[in-house]
C-alpha cells in the first residue's frame, strides 16, 4: 500500500504546527507608510532561510516603508488578545504610528480543536501507540493547549490506517470527519437544529474582532488587513496519485475536503468583520483553475522529502501572501522593488499558478533600483551605465535611457542620473559583495 508518503505529509504538519519562534523584529525600507504584522507562524516567516523574504518585509520594501513584526509561531486568536494586551511601551508607540496592521490569526485554533478530537477518538477506539495506550479520552479532554505535535507523537499512524481499511472502521472515520467539519464551519444558520458547536463563529470570530477593536483603540485610523488561511493538506494530483491508493483515498479526499470547507466558511465568516480588509490567501493560494486543480501544495514545502518538508509558506508562498496584502492596500509602484526580485530569482517561475501570477504581474513594475540592464543584479556594470548616461547628458546628448532605467538610476529622486547615483549603487554592489541581502531600500535606510 502506498500510504507511507501521505500519512508522513499530514504527520508534518501537525508537529511543525508547534513550532513557536517568536519574530520581533524591526526594519526600515524608507519613509513611506509604516506597517505592523501579528499573528502566527506563517506571519513570522517561519521556516525561510536568512536570504529570503518574509512577506511583511516584501510589502514594507515595496511601499518604501518600514515593518515591524511581532508574530509569534503558534498563536491562537486567545493569545493574539494576550499580546496586544500587554505590548510594552514601545511596541504600543510603534502600533500607535502604524498605517497598516496586517494579522495572520485562527488556522491554530482549528488546528487544536481538531487535534483534540482525533486524540479522544483514537483513545477511543485504541489506536494510540504503545506508550500512550492507557490514556483515556476523558484525560484528553482535560488537557490545555493540545497541538497536532501531540497527535504526531500519540497517535499510531498503523494502527489508524489498518482500522480506516475496516468498513465500520472506515464509517467511523467518516463520521469523526464530518463532525470536525459541521463543529468547526456550520454557523448557527445552517445549524437548524443546534447539534454543533459552531467554533469559527462562536469563538474564532469574536476573538478577531474583539483583537480588531484592541487595535482600533491604540490607532483608530489604522488600516486592519486580516489574511484568510490556506488548506496545508493540498497536495499535486501526480503526488496524491503515487502515495494514495486504496480505501485511504477516498479518506483523505474527504479529510482535504473537510478542510477546504471549513477554511472556504472562515472566509466567509472574516468578510463579516467590522473595520477590515480581508486578504484572501486562501484563494491566492489554492489558485484553483477551470479543470478543478488547486496549487497550495506550490507555495509550501509539503511535498519534499525528510527534514525538508514543511507546510508553512515557502518563498513562493510569501511572495503570493505579499501580493495580495499589496494589493487589499492599493498599492502599485513602478518600482517593483522585493516583488520583482523574489519573483525573478524563482527557479521555477514558469510554474507559478495562474490566479497568484496575476497579482504578482500586477504589482512587478518595470524596474529595481540599480539594475539598469534589467539583469535583477546590481553591479558595477550598472555604476558605469549611469556613469555613461551622465557624461552624455553633460554634453548635450540625446537621452538613451529607457523611462524604467531612468527610474531605476535615479536613486536620489531628484529626477536626474548622475556621478551621485552611480557611487550609490557602487556602495550597494560592494555591500552585497560582502554577503549582503537587504533590498538597494533597505540598504539605502540601514
Known sequence: MKHGKIFSVVTTALILSALSPLSTSAESYGTGKKLVVLGDSIASGYGLSETEHNYGQICADYVGGSVENYAHAGDETADLLSVLENLSDTQREVLTEADTVVVSIGGNDMIEYASRRILSFSATNSLLKDDYSSVTADEVNATEDLGFQDVAKMVDSSKFAAYAEDPVGGMNIISLINSLERNLAWTAEQDTESRYEHRIENLI???????????????????????????????????????????????????????????????EQLSGVEGIEVADVNTAFSSEDESGNRYTWYFTDIQEEGSERDFHPNQRGHLAIACEVLETMGEKSDNGGLVREVFSKISDSESYPAKALESVNNL??????????GDIMVDAGDASAILAEYALLSTGGTPS?????????????DGNVDAGDASTVLGYYAYLSTGGNNSFRGFLNS
Not at 512587478?364 to 540592464?373: K, P, S
Not at 535611457?401 to 529622486?413: L, S, Y
Open 205 to 267: 470570530i469574536p476573538d478577531i474582532e474583539k483583537a480588531v477593536s484592541d487595535i482600533k483603540g491604540y490607532n483608530p485610523d489604522a488600516e486592519i488587513i486580516v489574511q484568510t488561511v490556506y488548506n496545508p493538506l493540498e497536495v499535486s494530483p501526480d503526488y496524491f496519485k503515487d502515495n494514495v491508493n486504496g480505501d485511504a483515498e477516498f479518506l483523505v479526499n474527504k479529510l482535504s475536503t473537510a478542510f477546504k470547507n471549513i477554511l472556504a466558511s472562515f472566509g
Open 364 to 373: 512587478r513594475g518595470t524596474y529595481i533600483f540599480g539594475d539598469i540592464d
Open 401 to 413: 535611457f529607457t523611462a524604467a532605467q531612468k527610474g531605476a538610476g535615479d536613486i536620489n529622486g
